[in-house]
């Protein structure tokens, strides 16, 4: 039997911003105010989980994460970073609705080759 998979992207101009993974990461830092409590959590390096941080910054244009010195505050998403993944967490959950309103035949399921990829693209308002 297939199973239907849907990988939800959050792009900007073509450009990869957000994903399942780096949503889990934004999520874990708001949980924990910490970049390495979070990238612990996710089996990440911190250096690994510092990158995903500047690279989207430098694709979305903002920061997303804000760190205060020493112990004190320590990291806590921005406000553009808070609207990011709400944003995407919102998206998700509108294509979950979706999917579960509408029940799919394995001869729907069929008509597709295997690894199609799904493209949803998000206009901003």
């Known amino acids: 039997m297939y199973q239907?998979?849907?990988?939800?992207?959050?792009?900007k101009d073509g450009i990869f911003v957000m994903g399942r993974g780096r949503a889990r990461l934004l999520q874990l830092i708001d949980e924990k105010k910490s970049i390495s409590?979070?990238?612990?959590?996710?089996?990440?390096a911190y250096r690994h989980a510092w990158g995903i941080l500047r690279k989207m910054k430098e694709d979305v244009g903002v920061d997303v994460v804000e760190s205060s010195r020493g112990s004190v505050g320590g990291t806590v998403l921005t406000e553009d970073g808070r609207k990011l993944l709400e944003k995407y967490e919102s998206l998700v959950e509108q294509i979950k609705t979706c999917l579960e309103d509408r029940s799919v035949s394995q001869e729907e399921i069929d008509q597709y080759s295997v690894g199609a990829?799904?493209?949803?693209?998000?206009?901003?308002s």
């Not at 239907?4 to 792009?11: D, S, T």
């Open 4 to 11: 239907l998979v849907v990988n939800i992207q959050l792009r």
């Open 37 to 44: 409590k979070a990238a612990e959590e996710l089996k990440m």
């Open 117 to 124: 990829h799904l493209d949803y693209s998000v206009v901003e």
